[in-house]
């Protein structure tokens, strides 16, 4: 039990200091280092590269339980993070990708 334990710590960012013994002194935190070669983007690093705004749209219920039941499905298929935003996003870009140009309004 405790290899996988340590194998599945090792791949992650946090791994284990397997040349140190721990100190009595020592808290359990210490034992642990941040890999500093894996870099991800921070969810506030996401958010800056693209510019949400909040807009109210009515949809009938059965789209929105549609939208439901989709991402229910993905999240049951092993995409444990997909969101209903991401959902309406995708669609949004099938929607857009099916036309070659989208004129702009006159604003």
Do not use: C, W
Not at 20 to 44: A, G, M, R, V, Y
Not at 81 to 92: C, E, G, R
Request: proline residues 2%; glycine residues 0%.
């Amino acid at each position: 039990m405790k290899s996988s334990i340590f194998t599945a710590m090792s791949k992650s960012r946090i791994s284990i200091k397997r040349d140190q013994k721990p100190k009595s002194t020592d808290d359990f935190f210490s034992n642990f280092e941040i890999n500093k070669d894996l870099q991800e983007e921070t969810k506030s690093e996401q958010r800056r590269t693209v510019e949400y705004v909040r807009q109210t749209f009515l949809l009938s219920k059965e789209h929105l339980n549609k939208i439901k039941d989709f991402v229910h499905t993905k999240r049951k298929n092993g995409d444990t993070n997909y969101t209903q935003k991401q959902a309406v996003q995708d669609a949004l870009n099938l929607l857009f990708n099916s036309v070659e140009v989208i004129e702009p309004r006159n604003k």
